[in-house]
């Protein structure tokens, strides 16, 4: 026999990680379920509450699927700097790692060709190619060095 209801049961935390995803990577299923929930009838107060936002967001992805179509509710381009570095060189620099050598960021941005970036971009770049792990660094006649 099947049960009357179910509902979700789970850590807080896992809760939590939903509700960040509908705001991230699902921003666009967030909107397409807006638009989907007022075809039924709910007015963008009741959506909001279900949603966890504010009304007038509603309102405004409801106008702008009822203006596009489903194309209006993908993000539109953000102004600023294009991001530097881009797979074309987190290509290069795994394969100068898969090299044997003692690799640093100073070689490394020796044997790119001196790209025109920082080292410390340079670094956040190389962090998303290897894992880079620090020497345990431990002091002389430490009982737990060996």
Known sequence: ??????????????????RGEL????RQARRAM??????RGLSPAQIADLLECDASTV?????????????????RPRPGRPRIGGP????????LLERAGPWTVPRLWQYLGR????????YRRLRLVA??????????????RW
């Open 1 to 18: 026999m099947r049960p009357v209801s179910v509902f979700a049961n789970g850590p807080e935390a896992s809760i939590e990680q939903l």
């Open 23 to 26: 705001r991230g990577r699902w």
């Open 34 to 39: 807006m638009v989907l929930l007022s075809v």
């Open 59 to 75: 309102r405004r992805w409801i106008g702008r699927f009822n203006d596009h179509g489903p194309a209006g509710l993908a993000d």
């Open 88 to 95: 074309r060189l987190l290509a290069r620099i795994a394969a």
């Open 115 to 122: 790209p025109k970036l920082s080292p410390r971009t340079l």
């Open 131 to 144: 894992i880079w792990r620090r020497p345990k660094l431990v002091a002389r006649g430490d009982p737990d």
